[in-house]
């Protein structure tokens, strides 16, 4: 399995852009991102970007395909992990 950058954690993370929010907490163990989970997500009709978790999960890295007609949701979501990754890094 690929490896990240990140120290061994559990990180939060949030993106919030007005209409679109999120908010997630990532666990990394042995430099592996072992779960992503979704805590908040005020997405208006964007739900199904939730998708974009197992995709980052699976792919170990947050450059994933945004979920078509959910994109705004799919991108806040990708940042809010991205912020979350980011702490792990110091």
Do not use: F
């Not at 739900?47 to 078509?68: H, I, K, P, W, Y």
């Amino acid at each position: 399995m690929k490896q990240t950058a990140e120290a061994d954690g559990v990180y939060d993370g949030s993106c919030e852009t007005g209409v679109v929010n999120a908010t997630v907490q990532v666990t990394v163990r042995d430099h592996v991102i072992t779960d992503i989970s979704l805590v908040r997500h005020d997405n208006g009709r964007g739900a199904s970007a939730e998708a974009v978790l197992q995709q980052m999960l699976r792919s170990q890295t947050t450059d994933v395909d945004a979920v078509s007609g959910a994109t705004c949701s799919s991108k806040v979501i990708r940042k809010a992990v991205e912020n979350a990754l980011t702490k792990g890094l110091s």
